[in-house]
């Protein structure tokens, strides 16, 4: 490792300056074709500009050679980036160069999902091999790429069957995937799409400035002041989704004669209920970047932003409560209060960041980005919980009709809902004397104990992160980066009381301890408080802090000529984290107060990619990355509410990715055909759920989890005519288990654990949550008077549900003979995994724009699942409980998720 470190560090020497003739290229509507002049182009690292003639032509001299970026823009095109590698002397030709009008609204600009799409894209045109080409870029204008973000992102699904956590989303170079999850926390700029639209999107593993150790894809999210179009954006929009209404309002100065450029963006979206029953939605957003040229070599740039958000959250239930309720978008969470709609799980989110960034241009061939990340805030969803008094979800298993289908009194499934007026209830009328209130003797208090109560489980967290990047252009074919960077995250976990519902206090002592022990002090939540009644706003329960610090860099060498590029990179990280329990625990007085033992993991990551250019058209590129990644905070404690323990055997987990590629980038056509392989060795997973049989929470710890992924990715773009083009999306993979995992359970209430190391045979199980064939097919059309519109047909298959590992184990079948065929159709029935049966989507989207002098008003709308299906299940999960006495797998049948039947979305957009 050390070795390989060394040797990419060789790469850097001195540094000398050359300059080649320029760039030059005609520029084109890239709907009507027609030749655009007055188009400003800019050098972006020296600023030099010129302006595109009545012939489209442009050409900029005296450029360095190596990377260069260009800027495309004026009152109706861009701001577009085009960027390539060029080397040797003479005056580099990249052709038609296709510029898409403002006044074109479409569906990357109403920016929808997560993924939006970049607004230009090099045609490097023709070429033969005896000539310099044009490097290719990881355009986020992939067509699969769109696919995957527009057409089958509403069936769930994950490129490549990946954890999104394998993705890395960055802000101007600070990472922002959470640290206790791993995973991109999208919902921290949501309703910010205006202001967090200008993205760099990398496929793969394919080269980046960020870092070497993703092979999921890279996101980098640009925030300087500067880089947003000068003027103002107003829109509104209606939708039967998540929310109803949406209003979006931004400003822009640009790069003013001061130096200064200003950039705010406020968004609200609100609704009383969205497609599902209860899920009211309420979100306000802010944004504001300020930029600073000092001079020619120093910018700065502040960002700061925030999303507070307040929602109705929806529930999955098994298909017998979906087929009583007569709906397959059932929601079990709510009920009526006094004639009221009300929600008991709500989700209560503001997370805002502040990141301060300075550029430095040391000179033309070497730069350095500093910036420094600070975060913080909470998120917490609410509640139901209960003391002494029957379960109060609609869906529990024992009021539903399978549960009690040989009782003759049974009366059917009649409260589907909560009942919000009984909780009242019974809460004013249980009066209850607690003794020695806070351990003081005597201090008896009487009063209404809440049996039931609103509980926010709440996360709250502080994350500073600082980090540097050097770049440098060794010469005309060698591009060196390096990266340091350093986070500290610490999360505080605990429960408040919301809402007594008319009780006076609820009793805040373990309930499952009080059942299993006589003694007082080991049913205590907290020792260091004895006998406490808290009140709505108290903490209660457990309180604990997750604390985790990451230091790390990577180097890489990038090399470009005439018809190969490739790239070499190593990177290295410390992880280290801890618990720290505010709370002393009557169970486990020893270990659940102060600091756990702090667990550390050196990783590692080592990248290379190959671009082999057959010409200015045909491209095939393959990556390769080998690394390592410690495990989740998260994961590494068995039982983090109530204790310091930490999961045997912790070890970082192995990754080893390969892919490789043919594309084609052609006037009319352009396609990209890949096949990729990935395994993962060593995961491990820690699952937390009610056990009805111990009548206590339990700790799942699963280890030795093997996982192998490969298949194809297939995208083409063909344009039929100027104005209708073709489209074309599949993806067909093998996402499977590769190992058979042991499993350990234990008590949140007992120390020990009451299974260790048990077999779980689930080698060749499918990863579920995805569907693992997904094809699209879309056909546009776009009228050279600005409007347009495309529909797209999909389709989904080999999609698999969550299991049970309990079911997968010895104990499960244990007694059946599998060489009969009574037995052999029993294990079958306990073990097999539920596939999911294929679907077929129907979309459409369409758009049309005005112009009133320096006024674009634009209109767009999409109509999603047109022919109505209600019968696509995307998902869903076994429930991880098993009756072992009957073997009924009826009896805690699986949950599942719909996809929302004919929804809609609408947009009205001003601009000027």
Same mark, same amino acid.
């Given at each position: 490792m050390k070795q390989k470190f060394l040797i990419t560090l060789m790469f850097v020497g001195l540094c000398f300056t050359s300059f080649g003739q320029g760039v030059?290229?005609?520029?084109?509507?890239?709907?009507?074709?027609?030749?655009?002049?007055?188009?400003?182009?800019?050098?972006?690292?020296?600023?030099?500009?010129?302006?595109?003639?009545?012939?489209?032509?442009?050409?900029?001299?005296?450029?360095?050679?190596?990377?260069?970026?260009?800027?495309?823009?004026?009152?109706?095109?861009?701001?577009?980036?085009?960027?390539?590698?060029?080397?040797?002397?003479?005056?580099?030709?990249?052709?038609?160069?296709?510029?898409?009008?403002?006044?074109?609204?479409t569906i990357e600009d109403i920016d929808i999902p997560t993924v939006t799409l970049s607004e230009s894209e090099l045609d490097a045109g023709g070429g033969g091999s005896g000539q310099n080409v044009s490097s290719l870029l990881s355009s986020s204008r992939d067509v699969f790429i769109s696919a995957a973000a527009y057409s089958f992102g509403s069936a769930r699904f994950r490129i490549r069957g990946y954890d999104s956590r394998y993705s890395q989303i960055f802000m101007n170079g600070i990472l922002v995937n959470d640290m206790e999850r791993g995973r991109p926390s999208w919902s921290r700029w949501g309703g910010l799409n205006d202001a967090t639209r200008n993205k760099q999107i990398t496929n793969g593993m394919d080269v980046n400035e960020f870092g070497v150790d993703n092979i999921g894809g890279v996101t980098n999210i640009n925030t300087f002041a500067s880089q947003y179009r000068k003027g103002i954006r107003t829109s509104y929009a209606f939708s039967n989704r998540s929310y109803t209404n949406r209003l979006m309002v931004t400003s822009s100065t640009g790069m003013m004669d001061n130096g200064w450029a200003i950039t705010a963006s406020g968004s609200r979206r609100w609704g009383a209920e969205g497609y599902v029953?209860?899920?009211?939605?309420?979100?306000?957003?802010?944004?504001?970047?300020?930029?600073?040229?000092?001079?020619?070599s120093h910018t700065l740039n502040l960002t700061a932003f925030g999303a507070p958000r307040t929602r109705g959250k929806q529930g999955g239930a098994t298909q017998e409560?979906?087929?009583?309720?007569?709906?397959?978008?059932?929601?079990?969470?709510?009920?009526?209060?006094?004639?009221?709609?009300?929600?008991?799980?709500?989700?209560?989110?503001?997370?805002?960041?502040?990141?301060?960034?300075?550029?430095?241009?040391?000179?033309?061939?070497?730069?350095?980005?500093?910036?420094?990340?600070?975060?913080?805030?909470?998120?917490?969803?609410?509640?139901?919980?209960?003391?002494?008094?029957?379960?109060?979800?609609?869906?529990?298993?024992?009021?539903?009709?399978?549960?009690?289908?040989?009782?003759?009194?049974?009366?059917?499934?009649?409260?589907?809902?909560?009942?919000?007026?009984?909780?009242?209830?019974?809460?004013?009328?249980?009066?209850? #004397? &607690?003794?020695?209130?806070? !351990? @003081?003797?005597?201090? $008896?208090?009487?009063?209404? +104990?809440?049996?039931? %109560?609103?509980?926010?489980?709440?996360t709250d967290h502080q994350q500073l992160t600082a980090t540097t990047t050097l770049k440098h252009e060794l010469n005309d074919n060698i591009r060196l980066s390096g990266n340091a960077y350093y986070s500290k995250y610490k999360s505080n976990h605990y429960k408040t009381v919301d809402d007594l519902l008319g009780g006076d206090y609820w009793y805040d002592i373990d309930q499952f301890a009080e059942r299993d022990f006589a003694d007082n002090e080991l049913i205590q939540s907290d020792l260091n408080n004895p006998n406490r009644l808290v009140k709505?706003?108290?903490?209660?329960?457990?309180?604990?802090?997750?604390?985790?610090?990451?230091?790390?860099?990577?180097?890489?060498?990038?090399?470009?000529?005439? #018809? &190969?590029?490739?790239?070499? !990179? @190593?990177?290295?990280? $410390?992880?280290?984290?801890? +618990?720290?329990?505010? %709370?002393?625990?009557?169970?486990?007085?020893?270990?659940?107060?102060?600091?756990?033992?702090?667990?550390?993991?050196?990783?590692?990551?080592?990248?290379?990619?190959?671009?082999?250019?057959?010409?200015?058209?045909?491209?095939?590129t393959a990556n390769i990355t080998s690394k390592t990644e410690a495990p989740l905070a998260r994961n590494s404690f068995i039982s983090p509410r109530t204790r310091n323990d930490l999961v045997e055997g912790l070890e970082s987990e192995k990754i080893l990715s390969a892919d490789a590629s043919y594309h084609l980038r052609a006037p009319n056509i352009k396609a990209r055909f890949s096949a990729y392989y990935t395994s993962f060795t060593d995961q491990m997973d820690v699952r937390s759920f009610y056990h009805d049989g111990f009548r206590s929470f339990v700790n799942y710890t699963m280890k030795g989890i093997n996982k192998l992924h490969f298949g194809t990715e297939i995208g083409i773009e063909a344009k039929l005519t100027p104005t209708i083009t073709l489209k074309g999306a599949a993806a067909i993979g093998q996402y499977t288990w590769d190992s058979r995992p042991t499993v350990s359970i234990s008590q949140d209430n007992n120390a020990e654990s009451f299974l260790t190391d048990e077999t779980v045979y689930v080698k060749n199980f499918y990863e579920s949550g995805t569907p693992q064939q997904a094809y699209n097919m879309a056909i546009g059309y776009r009228s050279p008077h600005y409007w347009w519109f495309e529909i797209s047909a999909n389709?989904?298959?080999?999609?698999?549900?969550?299991?049970?590992?309990?079911?997968?184990?010895?104990?499960?079948?244990?007694?059946?003979?599998?060489?009969?065929?009574?037995?052999?159709?029993?294990?079958?029935?306990?073990?097999?995994?539920?596939q999911l049966s294929g679907q077929f989507t129907l979309d459409i989207i369409g758009g049309k724009s005005f112009r009133f002098g320096k006024y674009y008003l634009s209109l767009f709308a999409s109509i999603n699942n047109i022919l109505d299906n209600t019968d696509f299940r995307t998902g869903g999960y076994e429930q991880l409980r098993f009756d072992f006495q009957n073997?009924?797998?009826?009896?805690?049948?699986?949950?599942?998720?719909?996809?929302?039947g004919r929804n809609y979305f609408l947009s009205l957009t001003l601009s000027f």
């Open positions: 030059r290229g005609i520029l084109k509507d890239e709907t009507s074709q027609k030749i655009l002049n007055g188009i400003t182009v800019t050098h972006a690292a020296s600023s030099a500009t010129t302006t595109s003639d009545e012939y489209g032509s442009f050409e900029l001299g005296n450029l360095p050679t190596g990377k260069v970026e260009l800027k495309f823009e004026n009152d109706e095109y861009g701001p577009a980036m085009l960027t390539f590698m060029i080397s040797g002397e003479s005056t580099f030709d990249a052709g038609i160069v296709f510029l898409k009008s403002v006044r074109r609204t029953d209860a899920t009211s939605y309420d979100a306000w957003a802010y944004f504001l970047a300020i930029e600073k040229k000092i001079n020619n409560a979906y087929d009583e309720a007569g709906s397959n978008h059932y929601n079990p969470y709510w009920g009526k209060q006094q004639g009221e709609v009300r929600n008991s799980r709500m989700a209560i989110e503001h997370q805002p960041m502040a990141i301060l960034n300075h550029v430095w241009k040391i000179s033309d061939k070497t730069s350095l980005n500093t910036a420094l990340g600070y975060s913080f805030g909470r998120y917490s969803g609410t509640a139901l919980n209960w003391y002494d008094a029957a379960d109060p979800r609609p869906t529990y298993y024992k009021k539903l009709p399978y549960y009690n289908r040989d009782d003759a009194n049974y009366a059917g499934w009649t409260n589907q809902q909560l009942n919000w007026d009984h909780y009242y209830f019974a809460n004013t009328k249980n009066l209850y #004397t &607690v003794q020695n209130v806070d !351990g @003081v003797s005597g201090n $008896n208090v009487t009063g209404n +104990r809440s049996k039931y %109560m609103v509980e926010d489980r709440r709505e706003g108290d903490k209660f329960g457990n309180d604990y802090d997750i604390n985790i610090t990451k230091i790390g860099g990577w180097a890489q060498s990038e090399f470009s000529y005439n #018809t &190969v590029d490739f790239y070499l !990179g @190593v990177g290295a990280k $410390n992880t280290s984290f801890y +618990r720290t329990g505010n %709370m002393k625990k009557g169970l486990f007085p020893d270990n659940s107060e102060g600091d756990s033992d702090t667990e550390t993991f050196f990783d590692y990551a080592v990248a290379a990619g190959l671009n082999y250019k057959i010409s200015g058209r045909h491209y095939i389709y989904f298959d080999d999609i698999y549900l969550s299991f049970n590992p309990e079911r997968r184990t010895e104990a499960a079948v244990e007694g059946y003979d599998a060489s009969g065929e009574y037995g052999a159709g029993m294990i079958n029935n306990i073990s097999a995994q539920e073997r009924d797998v009826e009896k805690f049948s699986p949950v599942y998720f719909y996809l929302y």
